[in-house]
């Protein structure tokens, strides 16, 4: 699968890449992706990155998957 954007080649774990607003696939490589990630709260499947994938860019965290733990919530 390609980048939307800029036709490059994506990653597994790119390929997973949704919107949490739609629950679209994204389809854009990580440095695209960049570009809009403050408008596009997005998650993937964080079993399939590998070191291309890094999230955490420039000491920053980037706000691109959900790591659920049910201990963090209370059930009401």
Do not use: H, Q, W
Request: hydrophobic share 25%.
């Amino acid at each position: 699968m390609r980048c939307r954007s800029c036709d490059e080649a994506l990653t597994d774990y790119e390929t997973t890449r949704k919107s949490l607003a739609t629950g679209e696939y994204i389809n854009m490589c990580k440095s695209c992706f960049d570009s809009i990630k403050g408008d596009c709260l997005a998650f993937g499947n964080p079993a399939l990155m590998s070191d291309d994938d890094d999230i955490y860019s420039n000491g920053d965290f980037d706000i691109d998957i959900v790591d659920y733990d049910e201990d963090d919530y209370d059930e009401r």
